[in-house]
C-alpha cells in the first residue's frame, strides 16, 4: 500500500505504517531508507523513519522542491533544489534529472560526476522563440549576475531539450568568459578533462559570455541541433583555456557540431582556438562543422577575433555543407565588414558550403603566432551577393608564415550579384597569386 500526502512537509508531521509513500508537491514516491541517507532528498517521519526517494534511474527536479514560474521579480531561486536533485543522481552512480515543461528561475548549476544526463521538455517543431513562435518545453532562466547556467565538469554528461535565457539584470551585465550559459570545462587540475558528452536541441540566447563555452582538455564531445543567439561573447567557443585563465591548458578535440544554428552573437558564431594558442600540437584538432548556419555574428570588435562569422584556428578542420553570412539590416546586402570565415593551421577543409552575402574574400587565411598553415583546401563553395567583384575568393596573410599546400578549386558564384574570380586567390598585400580568368 502507498500512503499519499498533500506536502513533504505533512509527511514529516505522520506517523507513516505503509513501507512506501507519495508526495503530491514532489511528484515523488518515497520508500523506507535502512540508516539516514547521505543526500539531501530525505526525510524523517514521526517516530525516527527515514524515507528517501524510489529510485529508478531517473529523478525529477520537483524531487527536489524546483517550481515553475516566469514572474522574474518574485520569482523562485530553484538553484538549490536542482543541484540537490543532480546531487542525488549523481549520488546514485548516474541516470537521468528531467525537468517538465515551464521556465525555471535557478542560478549556476554544476554536475561534478560522470554519467548524469540534464534533459527537458523542448519540441523542436513547435517552439522556435528566435522565429516568433510558441514558448513550450523547459526554459532555465539564469537569475545570476555571475557564473555559468550550466557547467557540466564531468565526462559522458549529456543536456538535451533545454533552453537557456538570462534575467534582466544578467542580460545587462558586459561580457565576461565565466558568464556563459553552458561551459564544459574540468577542474583546473593535471590531466582532468571532460569526454564523451552530448548537448542535443539546446538554444542559449542573451548570456552575458559565450553561449557554449568548452576550456581545456577534452575528446569526443557532440553538439547537435543547438542554437546560440544574441549572446556577448561567441556562440559556440573552444579552446584550451585561455578563457578561463586555466592553469592547466589543454587542447580540445574529436568535436562533432552538427547543424548549430549561430547568429546574432558578439563574438564569432563558432571560434575554434584562440590568438594565443601557441604552437602546431597545442591547439584544438579533429573539428568538424557539418550543416551548419551562422549569421550576423562578430558585432563587436572587442570580442571578435577577426571581421568573419567563423574563426577557425587547429588542425584537421573541416567546414562542410554550411551557410555563413554577414548581413545588414537590409538582409539583402553584404556587411562591408565581415567576411564568412577566417582560418589558420593544418589540415583544413572548407568544401560543399552556401556561403551568402559575406564580404569578399570569402575566406581569410590567416597566421598565428608559432602555428605553421599547411594543406588548406577551400573546394566546392558556392557564394552569393559578395561584396567588390573585383576581389578574390580567399585571401592568404602575408603577415606570418608560408602556407604550405593550400589549394582552391571549383568554388562558384553568381557573378552578377557581385562576386570577384571565385576560383582564385590572393594576398592580403593585394598581389596576385593565383587567377584563372
Known amino acids: 500500500m502507498t500512503a499519499v500526502y498533500q506536502t513533504i512537509a505533512a509527511a514529516k508531521a505522520a506517523t507513516i505504517i505503509e513501507p512506501r509513500c507519495y508526495l503530491m508537491d514532489r511528484k515523488a514516491y518515497m520508500v523506507k531508507a535502512a540508516t539516514n541517507p547521505s543526500h539531501a532528498l530525505k526525510f524523517q517521519s514521526v517516530g525516527g523513519q527515514w524515507w ?13 522542491g524546483a517550481v515553475v514560474g516566469d514572474d522574474e521579480a518574485n520569482a523562485v531561486d530553484n538553484r538549490t533544489a536542482i543541484q540537490n536533485v543532480i546531487n542525488y543522481v549523481e549520488f546514485k552512480g548516474g541516470g537521468t534529472v528531467t525537468f517538465g515543461p515551464g521556465i525555471y528561475c535557478s542560478n549556476g548549476l554544476v554536475v561534478d560526476e ?44 549529456d543536456v538535451v531539450n533545454i533552453a537557456i535565457y538570462s534575467g534582466e539584470e544578467r542580460a545587462a551585465m558586459p561580457y565576461g568568459g565565466t558568464r556563459n550559459g553552458i561551459r564544459l570545462e574540468a577542474d583546473d587540475s593535471p590531466g582532468m578533462r571532460v569526454t564523451s558528452a552530448t548537448l542535443h536541441n539546446v538554444l542559449v540566447r542573451d548570456q552575458p559570455g559565450n553561449g557554449i563555452m568548452f576550456a581545456g582538455l577534452g575528446v569526443s564531445n557532440t553538439m547537435s541541433h543547438v542554437t546560440a543567439i544574441a549572446n556577448k561573447g561567441h556562440g559556440i567557443l573552444f579552446d584550451g583555456g585561455d578563457h578561463t585563465a586555466r592553469v592547466n591548458k589543454d587542447r580540445p578535440g574529436i568535436i562533432e557540431i552538427v547543424q548549430a544554428r549561430t547568429t546574432d552573437n558578439d563574438g564569432h558564431g563558432i571560434c575554434v582556438g584562440h590568438p594565443s594558442t601557441g604552437t602546431n600540437g597545442t591547439v584544438p584538432y579533429r573539428v568538424n562543422l557539418v550543416n551548419c548556419e551562422a549569421y550576423r555574428n562578430a558585432k563587436s570588435a572587442s570580442v571578435r577575433h577577426q571581421a568573419s562569422n567563423h574563426y577557425l584556428v587547429g588542425e584537421n578542420i573541416t567546414m562542410d555543407h554550411c551557410a555563413a553570412s554577414g548581413y545588414t539590416t537590409d538582409e539583402l546586402k553584404p556587411n562591408p565588414d565581415l567576411s564568412a570565415v577566417w582560418l589558420a593551421g593544418v589540415d583544413i577543409r572548407v568544401e560543399g558550403n552556401r556561403l551568402l552575402s559575406s564580404k569578399n574574400p570569402i575566406v581569410r587565411i590567416g597566421s598565428v603566432s608559432g602555428l605553421t598553415n599547411r594543406d588548406i583546401r577551400i573546394a566546392g563553395n558556392r557564394s552569393i551577393n559578395n561584396g567588390d567583384p573585383a576581389d578574390y575568393f580567399v585571401q592568404v596573410s602575408t603577415g606570418g608564415p608560408t602556407t604550405y ?12 550579384a557581385g562576386n570577384g574570380p571565385s576560383a582564385s586567390w590572393r594576398y592580403s598585400d593585394g598581389s596576385i597569386a593565383y587567377n584563372p580568368s
Open 52 to 64: 528517501e526517494p524510489e529510485w529508478h534511474g531517473e529523478a525529477l527536479v520537483e524531487w527536489g
Open 405 to 416: 599546400g593550400l589549394m582552391v578549386l571549383d568554388n562558384g558564384g553568381v557573378v552578377a
Open 114 to 157: 560522470p554519467g548524469v544526463v540534464l534533459r527537458g521538455c523542448r519540441p523542436t517543431d513547435t517552439w522556435r522563440p528566435s522565429e516568433g513562435g510558441d514558448m513550450h518545453g523547459t526554459i532555465l532562466r539564469v537569475i545570476s549576475t555571475g557564473g555559468d547556467g550550466i557547467r557540466l565538469k564531468a565526462s559522458e554528461c
